[in-house]
């Protein structure tokens, strides 16, 4: 199903009945509104407004639209920080942040969760039972502009009782931290204070636990809000977007929390700042990665535990990337397709209409200022007719599992150790390694169950717990663990038996050295499959298994035990490729490298087919099988579907 | 006629009147002083100290030389700064920035503008009516160091009236910034803050008119000055010094209220940091860029209204680059006859001596620190003897002109939406093309009149107002418009009918999207003059005039209705040159290309020749023509004169 | 002889005895201990927990250690800093740095230097006597971290005395500052402002003074340390330890409170830093740039007044450079000979085993985290066996005086002048030229007696003092001057004469001009010995002196009067390794330009080989010389010894 972003408080209120008879027509089912609307709202303290929503909820029902309403928290007005400055969030730099742009509150003011109790409270009262409201999105985009962590008086004070409820006792947070290190031993809790602006780096249990914190934080002001939602509006569901390539939030226990997963979906952008090698960024510029979308969906169908929905999808140029090009013509569809065929139980576009003053001006819609429709509308015309004449089975389990722990960024970030160590980074190339070979991939957190994948990918995986070890135990498929794995304990140390700590229980191999290497330093590897080169981080490996690829030193760069593997080095691309072809072929999976801008998805016994490249692809398909959309022949940015025979 | 500026309180009494016998030996006419000497002049709060300025007009008076008199208040002094720390400004980051450099006063501190009136007042009492001072220079280079925009309390207040003033009522402030866009909306005026530490970005317009009243503090400041000076030195011409590639600050407005603009002229320096090509900044590392020092001249004649001074004119190599070379020997005098061909009035050496101390001590003088000639001094000599042997005719109109928009580079530091557009760039790109075709250009603000002008270029005109449109209606010749022209009403939103808004009377055409692109991603355009490309910028128009250059994709990259022409891409030199021949020789000019480092520029019937080139060259003049100067060959850094046939 | 860096208290007491006697076994003679542990040995103010460390000082002495106590200074523990705030430093951003690393004092705060005094005194009174004690090392690398400078309102304050105290009246100091400039003019000690934050850049005569003012503090502070440890341990050494390409302290005044110097030797983290050429960097990533333990060797040897330790040596992978990779293997055995051949008297490795914990956990030792041995383990057994079969004559002068100034980079990094002009980096190209000839070279700082040496190498002196010019007079051997010497008074100003200033007693000549130039802009120069190139500066030269390299436009870029030389340039490597073989030659030396990685370095009848290169070198020796350790062709990474026959 297709939904639409809109703001009825941009346009003229004669506008709104065209509008949403406009929506219906082109064949919209979901709206979602009011998610920055606090100061109209509430334009002065106390004086609340609802008139012009209760109208425009109306106008949309009245067209049989459904509603998603969103909590107007991510912009609370200018007298509400007036009136409660404590409220703006204090940076890394010590400096208190002001209104004007959006996201000015600190997660851990109580006065601000008082507020926030009020206005949630009130919106669920009027629109809980409303019956056009479907549901309803919580604040918007937490963590955007950096405001994850803020670094002011209430935050350290919220900060020592979370130490104090983690830890007990002083002496335990002492051991956990290591403070017997540079004299840092705390007395009491109210001794430690947030780890910014020290001389020289802050202790790395000190920072991790205060990213942890500060994630927690921003679950604890959304159950909040989640809370009152359920008690005010039963039966509706309540889910909240989350942002592509973002690591300062851990989005799995947030999901837990709601009905469903969202996020909100922009390949363009996200490719021009993404860390890719520049041929790629240049390649790409306009259709965006061809595994960034894909990336994401199956990230979030995890966090959604299966369900989740694009809320916000671009339909042209966005305005806040470095650089900001028109999508290749047919993108818009193709990311639509793309993301129903990952499993998006709603796509929604982001914005009906391109709003033509403040921050977003620049920000395209599915219709132009001047109310003409944009480009995106004629293709989402076109996914419309083409969805009316499919029916979509449900989505399957995939057969390779990708391990994503939201926790590693946070370690990498504490001690990269190499400048260009990028958890993200590594992720992604094992991420897109494989589906280059036709595979599809779930991403998993660490400690979801693994059965039934032929293949499980773990890029790294620093601090292993107990759940997440017996979930490898019960893998029934081949598991690879990239570098780093196991290489740190839940509090920031080496593991006492050394990396991979809990994981030599099914590895027998200890990691005794790594080293981190500039760019410009390669090291080969060599092996059954070819000689290949790998980069940025090496591993020396104590073991009685003996390798299966060696670096030119004759050591090894991989181990195996059973159907457990090591990779003890950054590899490249190609290295990536031949090993994950290996394993899948073992696994009974048929990988096949696909041409560099295809991928391919499953979903039941339709497979479909993107073509992010500027060629024509023809596609492996085996002759006389059946389309339902396009043919054997794929132009470039096209679409096809067919059945699995 | 020549100037210097000279700091007689940097040396000896003794040797005052040696300097100024010198002086006049070598054939100036004017001597600027005076301009940072606060604490020398009132070296205690309320005790003024005038004998040694006294005795220094006195001593140049006596060998014939006028003053021009420098106002003190880019230094205030110690005292002063502590008697009331509100003086020093506040920067972006939110910090009170400190005594010790200069520049170090807010514009709209009250307690500084009653001082200013105080020091200004006595000054204008005391040398208002001497006969050897011939006029006054305010304060120096307004807004060096970033110190245009402050964020202090006061500035604060200032900017609360300021908007009190342009809006009359909040409500109309609110539709004018959109501030129903992420709950911005303001109550009163008193709510209203400066636009910086915001979490996310500002809103635009509030940007935008923050960036306005900076500029208008600057000119009520300036005003200050000027009305002190008029009262007290009747007669007395009082002008400013401006600076290069700088933007922050709209020159126009001051123009008005001065008798004429001056300008400080620094080729090399402007050339390391201007966003030049590499190779083009090796080539003119001790030459600077060949439109550099004309472009400024250009500008601020019309700043001045015609009339304008080198203030500064750079006389060896500078201290205050990232890279300080020495200028190819022979550049001192081409960059005064190139002044002087442009229309100055005086070009004014900075300074006389090379100071051994202080700041500026790695400065180069026409004297060294040991009292002896420095090289530009014989240039100077050089040039004093050639002028003696020619008379100027007056300067004329130009056939091309450029309209430059000192409010377009606030527009686009507000939004970039491509993170190398840069106005300035696109500015001086089209001046420099028409400048290697052999082409004139005065350069004028959006609105002045266009009569005579055989074609009329506007790289970008973000904001076009009635009387700018006005302008190009009666203009007489061609007039070429750049990319984005008319993208933006007053208040910072996009159009109601779209871009080009207001120009849409001369062009009927609206542009539909834009994009900007990575470097690296280039457009092919085509048509009758050949292949070009174009890259960083497009635009997709929707009109039914047909396009003279197409994209590859077919779409129309440049429009044109009678004689208003539309591009809508950034164009390479190569596009723009092809195009600016055949409209130039469209309008009845005859562009020729110029050797790269080889400019003309004509006064009256005298055509001047200038070569910043490492080649000698041979000039493109009939056989026979009379030279003034040199001759048809001009080697490397040479000026040559000729009278037109 | 060799020690380790140990913290007892980061293991179990259990383990300390075993710790001990494998020490001994692998024969080291020193263990320095305690240096960051005032948070456990007063874990509240007053109460005093000295039984730890007698029980390691006694563990320690019972396997025949010799024990190096360090004083805690360095982390100030919690308690102390929540009770005196002002403790923490203000960085040059004005913002008061917080607990949490280390180095987080001022250096100027009374309250810290009387908290010092109490914790030195109890530490002096406690082992100043015990026997197994040898010596003290104060405090641990003064100024890491950017500690040597604050901003703080006690800086302020003292630099304030400190100037009354150099100036004696405010009337000098304005003389002296050249305070008419920019009306900077001040009326007494207490309007000075440190000078941070200003609008525009700040006096250079106020910045140096500060820089100078800011190290003095850092050697006032030591030598609080210094009498009280010598008052409570007559007979025992004070040392410190400093750091590496560390330009914001002058060690030499601080060396002269000392025993003996000793510095931290990490060649990898070093060259990953340094502006080397990429080419080089990754070259030598594993091995280290092979001037760089032997540059400081030199330094600190000096600073040490002959003697020195090394009291870090990196034994693995560091963690807090850019890049952290692996020593080739050999390398830890390597640096320690090349220690011990330069003059070491201890070469002692940090640390005796990885800590698994806190901020260093990256950081390899001698053994790993689970106890095992680590590679450098070995490689020191290695040494101990080739030790004790060599016995080292002690350490002679070299041929070769490089003139290192400490003043130098300060004046340098107040006005660079070229955006790539680096001082440590020019002096580093000198040395390494010299050194790639096969030349010893001693490191002196100005005013050093250079009697004895061949030839003396002075890469750039700005301000050259009485004491300095009377040992260049007394020199007897060649003087090479490199660029900017003598450039600038002891007041930074140019000197009256023009530069060379007092050197012109020496060289007859005048620099009348200098200019920087951009990377990419070269100069050739020409001379008897070939073509070379220069770039980055040149200057223009007044003299009789006929030249004896002449930039392409005929001026002279190289200078000699007598033994005395001037180069006018930044010569590149190949044009100073062409005239350093003249220069060394005339000098009665026999330069021979070695293999890229081949350095060589005689002590006393002894020459030692170190080979950093990857490929085997063959040694330049007679046959028949007398091998006491490896032989004529090195491996990569070896190390050979032989006789001087
Ligand atoms: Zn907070
Ligand atoms: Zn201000
Ligand atoms: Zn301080």
Redesign the interface.
């Known amino acids: 199903m297709l939904g639409v972003c809109y703001y009825p408080?941009?346009w003229p209120r004669e506008r709104w009945s065209e509008d949403a008879r406009r929506m219906r027509e082109l064949g919209l089912a979901y709206v979602r509104v009011g998610e920055?609307?606090?100061?109209?709202l509430e334009?002065?303290p106390g004086r609340l407004d609802w008139a012009w929503l209760d109208e425009a909820v109306a106008v949309l029902a009245q067209a049989g639209l459904k509603v998603v309403l969103g909590t107007?928290t991510a912009?609370?007005?200018?007298?509400l920080v007036?009136r409660y400055p404590e409220i703006l969030?204090v940076d890394r730099?010590?400096?208190?942040?002001?209104?004007?742009?959006?996201?000015?509150y600190c997660f851990s003011s109580p006065v601000y969760h008082e507020e926030t109790r009020r206005i949630v409270t009130l919106l669920g009262e009027r629109y809980g039972k409303h019956p056009a409201v479907a549901g309803f999105q919580t604040d918007n985009e937490y963590g955007?502009?950096g405001?994850v962590r803020c670094y002011c008086e209430r935050c350290q004070d919220a900060f020592r009782k979370w130490l104090e409820e983690r830890y007990g006792s002083i002496d335990v947070l002492n051991e956990a931290?290591?403070?017997?290190?540079?004299?840092?031993?705390?007395?009491t809790f109210q001794?430690v204070?947030l780890?910014?602006?020290?001389?020289?780096?802050?202790?790395?249990?000190?920072l991790l636990d205060y990213y942890r914190f500060a994630s927690e934080q921003v679950r604890r002001y959304n159950r909040l809000q989640v809370e009152i939602l359920r008690a005010h509006a039963p039966g509706k569901f309540v889910t909240h977007n989350f942002m592509g390539f973002f690591t300062d939030l851990n989005p799995f226990p947030l999901g837990e929390d709601l009905d469903f997963a969202s996020w909100d979906s922009y390949p363009l952008g996200f490719t021009?700042l993404m860390p890719l090698p520049?041929e790629e960024?240049?390649r790409y510029?306009r259709t965006g990665h061809p595994d960034v979308a894909a990336f994401h969906h199956d990230l979030y169908r995890a966090v959604g535990r299966g369900r989740f929905w694009v809320m916000e999808q671009q339909p042209?140029?966005v305005?806040w990337a470095?650089?900001?090009?028109?999508p290749a013509p047919g993108m818009v569809r193709l990311w639509t397709w793309e993301a129903l065929a990952n499993g998006a139980e709603v796509v929604s576009y982001f914005r009906w209409r391109?709003?033509?003053?403040?921050?977003?001006?620049?920000h395209?819609g599915l219709h132009?200022?001047?109310y003409?429709p944009?480009?995106a509308f004629f293709e989402v015309q076109r996914v419309v007719e083409e969805l009316g004449a499919l029916s979509l089975p449900p989505p399957g389990q995939a057969p390779v599992a990708l391990v994503y722990d939201p926790e590693a960024p946070w370690v990498y970030e504490v001690?990269p150790?190499?400048?260009e160590w990028n958890y993200l980074a590594l992720v992604f190339l094992f991420y897109s390694v494989a589906r280059r070979l036709g595979l599809d991939v779930d991403i998993v957190p660490p400690g979801a169950a693994l059965q039934g994948y032929r293949l499980v990918l773990v890029p790294s995986l620093p601090i292993v717990r107990e759940k997440a070890l017996n979930a490898f135990r019960e893998a029934d498929g081949i598991v690879l663990f990239g570098p780093r794995s196991g290489s740190k304990n839940e509090?920031?140390?080496?593991?006492?038996?050394?990396p991979p700590g809990p994981l030599q229980a099914l590895l027998p191999l200890?990691v005794?050295?790594?080293?981190?290497?500039?760019p410009?330093?390669r090291e080969e590897v060599e092996g059954p499959w070819g000689r290949f080169s790998s980069g940025l981080w090496?591993e020396?490996v104590e073991t009685d298994l003996s390798p299966l690829l060696r670096f030119a030193d004759g050591l090894g760069a991989l181990f195996r035990a059973g159907r457990y593997l090591y990779l003890a080095a950054w590899p490249s691309p190609e290295l990536l490729g031949a090993l994950l072809v290996g394993l899948a072929q073992e696994g009974g999976l048929s990988p096949k490298p696909l041409p560099s801008g295809l991928r391919l998805r499953w979903r039941g016994h339709l497979v479909f087919a993107f073509n992010y490249g500027p060629e024509e692809v023809v596609l492996p398909v085996p002759s006389g099988v059946r389309f339902r959309l396009g043919g054997p022949r794929l132009s470039p940015y096209e679409v096809a579907v067919w059945e699995e025979g």
């Open positions: 408080e941009h920055f609307a606090w100061a109209l334009p002065e107007p912009t609370p007005p200018k007298w007036d969030p730099e010590g400096r208190r942040r002001r209104f004007g742009g959006r996201r000015h955007c502009h405001t931290w290591g403070t017997v290190f540079w004299s840092q031993r705390y007395r001794e204070e780890p910014n602006l020290t001389v020289a780096e802050a202790n790395p249990s000190h021009d520049e960024k240049l510029a042209g140029p305005n470095p650089h900001n090009p028109n391109q709003v033509p003053f403040a921050q977003e001006q620049m395209a132009r200022p001047d003409a944009d480009a001690q150790h190499g400048a509090n920031f140390h080496i593991p006492q038996g050394l200890k005794v050295r790594v080293e981190s290497l500039p410009g330093l090496r020396w």
